[in-house]
């Protein structure tokens, strides 16, 4: 099953990526939960510990503006448990899943994916950036226009 393409220019080629098959992009989104997830959980613990609230009563600016959240130290725990869990199996593997749903100037990127990143692996992670954000760049959607109906609303109508 075909879906619309979305393209974008990257560095002189045009790359198209159509949308994965639903189960097959929800396994490859836990699998980048289970990675990029306890990077996140530092920053939890960290606005958790905060003296002050401003980070979370402030919005992102005053969260951005925190200055123990923007210290070296802190960024390099983020870093270290990111670095820790990445594993470059798991990101060739998604990059091989996404492979099979791209096209670069128009031909399937599973024939040309060797012989058109070579040398180029600001491009190879621009395209990877951009496959991602096609499939899951509406994630948040989810939660305000397709929320399930509430309880009391299903147990009202027996």
């Known amino acids: 099953m075909q879906t619309e393409v979305q393209t974008k220019a990257i560095s002189g080629s045009t790359y198209g990526v159509y949308m994965l098959p639903p189960r097959t992009a929800n396994r490859m989104f836990i699998r980048i939960i289970k990675t990029v997830g306890p990077s996140l959980g ?15 009563k402030g919005g992102l ?5 925190n200055p123990k959240l923007n210290s070296g130290a802190f960024i390099g725990k983020i870093a270290k448990e990111l670095c820790e869990r990445l594993n470059e199996n798991e990101i060739e593997e998604m990059m091989n899943t996404l492979m099979k749903v791209s096209e670069v100037d128009g031909a399937k990127m599973a024939g040309v994916f060797d012989a058109h990143f070579m040398g180029k692996i600001g491009a190879l992670y621009a395209w990877f950036g951009f496959a991602l954000q096609v499939q899951y760049g509406n994630f948040g959607d989810a939660w305000t226009n397709d929320s399930p109906p509430s309880v009391q609303a299903k147990t009202g109508a027996a």
């Not at 530092?42 to 979370?56: C, F, Q």
């Not at 600016?61 to 503006?65: F, G, H, I, Q, R």
């Open 61 to 65: 600016e005053a969260l951005m503006d």
């Open 42 to 56: 530092v920053l939890l613990e960290e606005l958790d510990e905060s003296d002050d609230e401003a980070g979370i």
